[in-house]
C-alpha cells in the first residue's frame, strides 16, 4: 500500500490556491494591484505549474501499476472521527480522476492565457484585473479538489467551491443589474440541486452505517456496495404516482437525489435555467465554466459512482432519459438565438445531455470521453466567440457581423475547426466521441426506451450541425452587415489571445484518437485494442459492455455523418446560397420560430409560478410582517420602548439628587443583607 502513497498530489490543487490567496490578501491588505507582469506570472504560472504536474503523475499512474491497481493516495489529515466512522482530507488520483485533471489544468491554463488578452483593457478603479485571475485561480482549486477528492466530503467541498466561484466570475462586472443579477440566478439554482445532492449523500452514509461500513470513501463504498444492494425504502403515499411505488431500492433513491444535484451544477432538464444567463460573465469565464470545469462536475460524478448507478437501473433510466431529452431540447433553441454566446451556451447544455445519455445506458467511459473533447472544442468555440466580440467592439448579434473571415482570417479558420468538430466531421475528435455515445445507446437493450433515445441522439446531431453551420455562416461568410465605422476597426487578435485557438484546435483535431474505437483501429492500423481511454478508464467505471459487429459499427456511424451532414447542408442552403428564404421561412413558420426564439416561455413560466409568488411572500409576509412588525416593532423598538417606559416611569422616581435618601437606602440594604446572612447561619 506505502507504493500507492503519494503526497505530491497535493501540490496540483494547492498551486491555483497559492496563486489566488496571493493575490487576493495582496487587495485585501494593500488595497492596490500588483504590478501587471506580476499578476499574469502569478496568475498563469499556477496552474501552467499544476498542468505540470498532473502530466508527470499522470504518466507515474500510467506506468508504475499494472491494469486494475493504478491509483495513488494523499492524505493530508483525518477530518471528521466519530466512532467507526473516519472522514479524511485525501486526495485520489487513479484513471477517472487523471482524465479530469488534464482536462481542468490543460483547458484551464489556456483560458487563463486568453485572459491576458481579453482583460488588459480593464482598469477600473476595482482592481479588476488582478480580482479576475484571483476568482480564476480559485475555481481551479475548487474544481481540482472536487475531481481529486477521496470521498463525497472532499467532493462535496469542491462541488460548492466551483457554485461560490461561479457567482463571483458570472456577476464579476457586478456594476451593472444584470450580470450581478445572473450570477446571483446561478447561485440560487445551484443550491436547490445541492439540496438534492446532500440529501443522496446522507442516504448513502446511512445505508452503509446500517450495513456495518459507515464510510463514505468512494474505493470503500465500492467494495462494499453490494451489502446494500437490496436494502429498500417505503416511499409515502403522496408518491404513488411514481413507477415501483410503494417500495423502491434505497440505492436508486440515492442515485436520484444526487442526480438532482447533477441536474443544477451540469445544467439539465429542469436546472438548466442558469447556464444561458451566465454569459453575462467575461468570456474567458463562460468557457471556462462551460467547457472544462463546472459544468462537467456532475457527469463526473455520475461516473465516480458508476458502482451505484449499475446497481439502480430506475435511477440510470431517469438519467439516460432527462439528458436525452436536455440534448433536443436545448439544441432546438439554440436554432433560433442570435446571441453567439447564447448559442454557444444552449449548445453546451444539448452537449451535457449527450454526455448524460452515455452514462444512463452505462456507457461510462464514452461519457468522459465526449467530457473531454467537448472540452477541447466547445473552449475553442468560446475563445473564438470572444474573439470576434472583442474585434467587432463587444456586439455580440450575429445578425449584425458577416465576412468577418476577411478581417479575421486565422479567429475564421480555427472557429471553423470546432465548428466541425462539434458537428460530428470525421476524423475530427467531436465524430468518435459522439459515435461511442450514440453506439452505447443502440446496444442497450436493457435500457426502456433505447431506441428512442438513439433517434433522439441522432436528431439532436443534426440539429447541432444545423445551428453551428448556421452561426458560422452568419458570423464569417458573406457580405459584414456592421456598420461602415465599425468595418473599419475589425482587426485580428493579438497572439496572446490567437496562441490558444491554435493549440485548441489542434486538440480538436486529434485529441479523439486517444478513444478510437477498436473497430478503427483494427481497419486502419491493425491495432486490435485502440481504445486506449476505454481501457485506461475501465479500472475506475462500471460501463456495461456492448458487443455490436464492425459492420454494424460503421454503418451507424455512417447514417450518424449522413444526418450530421443534412444538418450543414441544410444551414449552407439557407445561410449561404439562399439568404433572402430564411425570412420567408420564418414568416412562414411565425408561431413555432417565436416559441423557440422565446426559449418555449420556459423563463417566464419560471417568474409567473415560482419567483413572483416568492417574491410576493417575502414582502408581504417576510418583510411586512416578519421583520418589520414582530422584529422590528416589537422586538428592536418594544424592547426599546419598555426599557425607555421603566426607566421614565421608575428608576427616574428614586434618582433624588438627596444625599440623605442614598445614606438611607445604603445603610437599609446593608440591615437587610446582615440579617438575611445572620438567618442562613
Not at 484 to 512: C, D, N, S, Y
Amino acid at each position: 500500500m506505502l507504493e500507492h502513497v503519494n503526497e505530491t498530489i497535493r501540490w496540483i490543487p494547492l498551486l491555483p490556491l497559492m496563486g489566488a490567496l496571493v493575490s487576493g490578501l495582496w487587495l485585501i491588505f494593500a488595497r492596490q494591484e500588483l504590478p501587471r507582469p506580476l499578476v499574469i506570472g502569478l496568475g498563469c504560472g499556477a496552474p501552467m505549474l499544476s498542468f505540470a504536474l498532473s502530466v508527470r503523475e499522470v504518466f507515474r499512474l500510467a506506468t508504475a501499476f499494472p491494469a486494475g491497481e493504478r491509483f495513488f493516495i494523499d492524505n493530508l489529515y483525518t477530518w471528521i472521527s466519530a466512532g467507526d466512522f473516519h472522514a479524511e482530507l485525501s486526495f485520489l488520483l487513479d484513471p477517472l480522476s487523471a482524465v479530469m485533471i488534464l482536462v481542468v489544468t490543460g483547458v484551464g491554463s489556456l483560458i487563463h492565457i486568453y485572459s491576458v488578452g481579453y482583460m488588459r483593457e480593464d482598469h477600473r478603479d476595482d482592481r479588476g484585473f488582478q480580482r479576475f485571475f484571483c476568482y480564476l485561480n480559485l475555481f481551479t482549486f475548487a474544481m481540482l479538489v472536487l475531481v481529486l477528492g477521496d470521498n463525497l466530503l472532499v467532493l462535496f467541498v469542491g462541488w460548492e467551491g466551483v457554485g461560490l466561484c461561479s457567482y463571483l466570475l458570472i456577476g464579476f462586472w457586478y456594476l451593472d443589474d444584470h450580470n450581478a443579477m445572473c450570477g446571483q440566478k446561478a447561485f440560487i439554482v445551484n443550491r436547490i440541486g445541492d439540496f438534492g445532492f446532500l440529501l443522496g449523500i446522507f442516504l448513502l452514509f446511512w445505508a452503509f452505517f446500517e450495513a456495518g461500513h459507515p464510510t463514505i470513501e468512494f474505493y470503500a463504498m465500492r467494495e462494499h456496495v453490494g451489502l446494500v444492494a437490496e436494502r429498500t425504502v417505503t416511499l409515502p403515499a403522496w408518491l404513488g404516482f411514481l413507477p415501483g411505488f410503494p417500495t423502491w431500492t434505497l440505492l436508486t433513491l440515492a442515485g436520484l437525489c444526487l442526480f438532482v444535484g447533477a441536474c443544477g451544477k451540469s445544467a439539465q432538464l429542469p436546472l438548466y435555467v442558469w447556464l444561458p444567463d451566465a454569459m453575462a460573465g467575461p468570456t474567458p469565464v463562460s468557457a471556462l465554466i462551460h467547457a472544462a470545469t463546472m459544468v462537467t462536475a456532475g457527469v463526473y460524478m455520475v461516473c465516480r459512482l458508476s458502482f451505484v448507478y449499475s446497481l439502480a437501473p430506475g435511477a440510470s433510466a431517469t438519467i439516460a432519459w432527462v439528458g436525452g431529452l436536455t440534448a433536443i431540447f436545448a439544441a432546438t433553441i439554440a436554432i433560433c438565438q442570435k446571441d453567439i454566446k447564447k448559442i454557444l451556451a444552449y449548445s453546451t447544455v444539448s452537449q451535457l445531455g449527450y454526455m448524460f445519455l452515455a452514462a444512463g445506458v452505462g456507457s461510462y467511459s464514452a461519457a468522459m470521453f465526449h467530457l473531454m473533447t467537448h472540452a477541447f472544442f466547445k473552449a475553442l468555440l468560446f475563445l473564438g466567440a470572444g474573439a470576434v466580440i472583442f474585434g467587432m467592439q463587444h456586439e455580440q448579434n450575429i445578425e449584425k457581423m458577416g465576412g468577418l473571415r476577411r478581417y479575421m482570417p486565422w479567429t475564421h479558420w480555427t472557429f471553423l475547426i470546432g465548428v466541425l468538430a462539434i458537428s460530428g466531421a470525421p476524423p475530427l475528435s467531436g465524430f468518435f466521441s459522439k459515435d461511442e455515445i450514440l453506439l452505447g445507446v443502440y446496444a442497450a437493450h436493457a435500457m426502456p426506451g433505447h431506441m428512442a433515445l438513439w433517434w433522439i441522439g441522432l436528431v439532436t446531431a443534426g440539429l447541432t450541425a444545423f445551428y453551428m453551420f448556421r452561426l458560422y455562416f452568419l458570423t464569417f461568410s458573406g457580405a459584414s452587415r456592421a456598420p461602415m465605422q465599425l468595418q473599419t476597426r475589425i482587426r485580428e487578435q493579438p497572439v496572446v489571445i490567437l496562441m490558444p485557438l491554435f493549440l485548441l484546435a489542434g486538440l480538436a483535431i486529434v485529441g479523439g484518437l486517444v478513444g478510437l474505437p477498436d473497430a478503427y483501429g483494427e481497419a486502419l492500423f491493425s491495432l486490435p485494442s485502440s481504445n486506449s481511454l476505454h481501457y485506461f478508464l475501465d479500472e475506475s467505471v462500471v460501463s456495461a459492455t456492448h458487443v455490436v459487429p464492425p459492420a454494424r459499427e460503421f454503418a451507424l456511424a455512417g447514417l450518424a455523418v449522413l444526418i450530421a451532414a443534412g444538418g450543414a447542408f441544410f444551414a449552407v442552403f439557407l445561410y449561404y446560397y439562399r439568404t433572402d428564404l430564411v425570412p420567408r421561412v420564418t414568416a412562414a413558420l411565425r408561431p413555432l420560430y417565436q416559441l423557440v426564439w422565446r426559449k418555449y416561455y420556459v423563463d417566464e413560466l419560471y417568474s409567473l409560478a415560482v419567483v413572483r409568488p416568492l417574491v410576493r411572500i417575502s414582502d408581504a409576509f417576510l418583510y411586512r410582517t416578519i421583520d418589520v412588525r414582530m422584529i422590528d416593532r416589537l422586538g428592536v423598538d418594544g424592547t426599546a420602548g419598555f426599557v425607555r417606559g421603566v426607566a421614565d416611569r421608575g428608576l427616574k422616581l428614586v434618582q433624588t439628587g438627596l444625599m440623605q435618601s442614598y445614606v438611607f437606602v445604603m445603610l437599609l440594604g446593608s440591615v437587610l443583607l446582615i440579617a438575611y446572612l445572620v438567618g442562613g447561619l
